[in-house]
């Protein structure tokens, strides 16, 4: 938390991004009233449940191929030897990973292995005429505190 802030930062961001929402709001309005379509998230977004891609050893090393993914900070856990069970993403057909208790998530584009069940593999539609990368960054944009697991 910023010491210049202090506990407002918090509404201090809330009000920034409700005005650069307004603002996006009127320059849709202005410059393309009939072209923009919104839809629900999961209208465009296809997600996949880990538990085929889990890994089974966690005894990581820098000399084994396949990195170990989590949503959180980290990213790259490690790199595990197993060869079975390895999700593959590409850069032409990405996906992210996203964790369902703490709402981070992470864009990939390579293939990989998981360590939680607590991720799901979102991919983009088929059939959607989405970029998907553009869902991403709109993700990105929410604003929302997970409830108290406790």
Same mark, same amino acid.
């Given at each position: 938390?910023s010491r210049r802030f202090g506990m407002r930062l918090p509404l201090l961001l809330r009000r920034l991004r409700g005005n650069?929402?307004?603002?996006?709001?009127?320059?849709?309005?202005?410059?393309?009233?009939?072209? $923009?379509?919104?839809?629900?998230?999961?209208?465009?977004?296809?997600?996949?449940?880990?538990?085929?891609? &889990? %890994?089974?050893?966690?005894?990581?090393?820098?000399?084994?191929?396949?990195? $170990?993914?989590t949503a959180g900070q980290s990213f790259v856990l490690g790199y595990t030897y197993e060869e079975t069970g390895i999700y593959?993403? /590409? &850069?032409?057909?990405?996906? &992210? &990973?996203?964790?369902?208790?703490? /709402?981070? *998530?992470?864009?990939?584009?390579?293939? *990989?292995? $998981?360590?939680?069940?607590?991720?799901?593999?979102?991919?983009?539609?088929?059939?959607?005429? %989405?970029?998907?990368? *553009?869902?991403?960054? /709109?993700?990105?944009?929410?604003?929302? $505190?997970?409830?108290?697991?406790?």
């Open positions: 938390m650069c929402v307004s603002r996006l709001d009127e320059l849709i309005r202005e410059l393309c009233p009939n072209v $923009v379509e919104y839809r629900a998230l999961s209208e465009v977004v296809d997600y996949e449940q880990p538990g085929k891609y &889990i %890994v089974g050893d966690i005894n990581y090393s820098n000399d084994y191929p396949t990195p $170990v993914l593959s993403a /590409t &850069i032409d057909s990405p996906v &992210i &990973i996203f964790d369902d208790f703490t /709402t981070s *998530f992470h864009w990939v584009n390579f293939s *990989f292995k $998981v360590k939680s069940s607590a991720i799901k593999i979102l991919k983009n539609k088929d059939y959607t005429n %989405v970029d998907f990368r *553009f869902i991403c960054h /709109t993700m990105k944009s929410i604003f929302y $505190v997970p409830a108290d697991r406790s």
